[in-house]
């Protein structure tokens, strides 16, 4: 049995709350985002990156746009020390970006991260430690006082250091464990490193505020950060920062409404990856500023070659429903969902819209590297007319009219439920074929011509049936008009031809015509199709389908 009385809650709200965050419902700007992939998301993999992976992940975040960049933890290992010495001493820094390295505050570490940092073009200095009750009493042994004297410490040293070892370096703290810390100590911490570094507004420090292990709602964490970004000491000369992470499945939220609440700037990974449940995936929070309008300052166009190499080098896998970048994020197979998509796409080629609002889909799958064609509609047997028309009008060019989809919609459906199976475009247009072009087992059409008289047109027709040859003729107003005359004198049926509509299926003069043919019988409608070069001869086989069908 699971006990929930073993469980409470662990989080403080700060002495004072305040809830302007809620009042604002977008976030107009992006904050600066910092990818923290290679450290905290090469940490919680089993099996960390290797030299060569780190130098691919890395060229990717920067392909990707990201300024700023944790890339090592450089006391941890060798590997980590290796790829900050390469990427110093191979020059592999863009100039518009800084990278970022992560440090414990104790002595022989830090030492250790600025020998790897030596003649680096600029680097953010990353000092944390733990904060929270639970790891003073548990892991440090040590009081409030203690803990915040470890923390000034360091922030001493990395100071020191920074002076005397070549390069140039900028200073972030984190309070660790945040969520199970009291809000005003963590405040009280930061701002007593904050005395040491002395930022201004021309110097500026970085604290960063982490939800370590997310253990509150969203709206508690935006509520801590907006009191700490009201109370925070040097507030001009600070980059307040947060570094969610996903343990209750709020990180997302916890990183926006950390931004509505003041915070200028996130630290997050691709795909989420990271300890546990992961940091706060930072694709999925700039989809979203792009979904609004807004520019991210991150380009995700290529996201299909940043999954494969987010894979081959984490060895994680992004999953079909992950936020902008599943495999089945921009899919429908239900009908209803598929017929407002068609419909939608339709109206947007119609009335050329400038703006994306095509139901069902929040952004253009294009915009992220997808297509129309394999990945918006795929049908099964919870698939309508809409999605199997649409199937047929993306991938062959052939638009239905809206009888005929519905009734192809209902054997596709058919043909999925009974095989157990999705199909695909290719299966579609060959049950459509077989059942409304190729369908002339009972009678077909050797030849035919026709002759004017009189105002009127006389169809000559050659007919085999039941293995033998029959030559008959009639006379109509039209030509299939005459060729319907001639086919009800000769299986005697009685029919209306209550439908007829053509169109081309490509761009070139010389390319497929496609005719549809509707006889009515009965109240009952009878479809076939046509399709040739000659318009004329789509139209005659696609009644000889549709007769083949009454018949
Ligand atoms: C939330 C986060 O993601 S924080 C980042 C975590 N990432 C990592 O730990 C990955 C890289 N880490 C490592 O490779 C190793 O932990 C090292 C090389 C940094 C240190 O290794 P070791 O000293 O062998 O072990 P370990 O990390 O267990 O150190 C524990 C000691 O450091 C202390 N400590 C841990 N974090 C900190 C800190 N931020 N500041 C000061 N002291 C710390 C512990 O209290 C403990 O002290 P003790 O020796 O008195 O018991
Ligand atoms: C080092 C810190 C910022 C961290 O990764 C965390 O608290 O999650
Ligand atoms: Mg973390």
Not at 272 to 286: K, M, P, Q
Not at 455 to 484: F, M, P, Q, Y
Request: with cysteine.
């Amino acid at each position: 049995m699971m006990d929930y009385n073993k469980y409470k809650r662990g989080y403080f709200m700060p002495p004072v709350v305040t809830y302007d965050w809620v009042k604002k419902d977008y976030i107009d700007k992006a904050p600066i985002w910092c990818s923290v992939d290679l450290r905290d998301g090469n940490q919680a993999l089993v099996k960390p990156m290797n030299l060569q992976e780190k130098l691919d992940m890395f060229r990717m975040l920067v392909k990707i746009g990201f300024k700023e960049i944790e890339v090592a933890f450089p006391a941890a290992s060798d590997t980590e020390f290796q790829f900050l010495r390469t990427i110093i001493e191979e020059k592999m820094i863009p100039e518009d970006v800084t990278i970022q390295v992560l440090t414990q505050s104790r002595e022989h570490i830090i030492r250790r991260t600025f020998q790897a940092l030596e003649g680096v073009p600029q680097a953010i200095v990353h000092l944390y430690n733990s904060t929270s009750v639970a790891q003073r009493q548990q892991v440090f042994q040590k009081s409030k006082e203690e803990i915040k004297q470890l923390a000034v410490d360091g922030a001493v040293l990395v100071k020191e250091l920074a002076a005397s070892t070549p390069g140039n370096f900028r200073f972030q703290y984190s309070p660790e464990s945040f969520p199970g810390t009291e809000v005003d100590y963590a405040l009280e911490v930061c701002n007593s490193v904050l005395d040491v570094w002395q930022p201004d507004s021309a110097h500026k420090a970085i604290i960063n505020i982490p939800t370590t292990v997310e253990i509150a709602m969203p709206h508690v964490f935006a509520s801590q950060i907006e009191y700490i970004h009201k109370n925070l000491a040097y507030r001009d000369g600070v980059i307040l920062s947060v570094h969610p992470h996903n343990d209750r499945g709020s990180g997302v939220a916890d990183a926006e409404y950390a931004v509505l609440a003041g915070a200028d700037r996130v630290e997050g990974t691709l795909f989420g990856n990271g300890e546990r449940t992961g940091n706060v995936d930072i694709i999925t929070l700039a989809m979203n500023l792009y979904s609004h309008g807004v520019n991210p300052e991150l380009d995700f166009s290529n996201m299909m070659e940043i999954i494969e190499g987010y894979e081959r080098l984490t060895n994680m896998k992004v999953s079909e429903r992950h936020p902008y970048a599943g495999q089945l994020v921009f899919t429908a197979f239900s009908g209803s969902h598929q017929d407002a998509i068609a419909k939608g796409m339709q109206w947007r080629e119609k009335h050329n819209s400038p703006i994306w609002d095509v139901p069902y889909l929040p952004i253009d799958p294009k915009d992220v590297g997808r297509n129309y064609e394999t990945d918006v509609i795929r049908v099964n047997s919870q698939s309508g007319k809409g999605g199997v028309g649409y199937m047929l009008q993306q991938n062959y060019g052939v638009q239905l009219p809206a009888g005929m989809k519905e009734e192809m919609g209902y054997l596709a459906k058919g043909a999925s439920d009974q095989g157990e199976k999705e199909l695909t475009a290719e299966e579609i247009y060959n049950l459509f074929k077989a059942e409304y072009v190729d369908n002339t087992q009972k009678f077909d059409l050797l030849d035919f011509l026709f002759n004017k008289q009189e105002g009127s047109i006389v169809a000559t027709l050659e007919i085999t049936r039941n293995g033998k040859c029959d030559k008959i003729n009639a006379l109509g107003n039209g030509h299939l008009d005459s060729v319907s005359n001639a086919f009800k004198a000769y299986l005697g049926l009685n029919y209306d031809l209550s439908f007829y509509e053509e169109h081309s299926l490509g761009r070139e003069s010389s390319a497929q015509a496609i005719a549809y043919v509707g006889l009515t019988s009965n109240g009952k409608v009878y479809w076939g199709a046509g399709i040739h070069p000659d318009i004329i001869q789509a139209s005659v086989h696609a009644m000889l389908v549709a007769l083949n069908r009454m018949a």
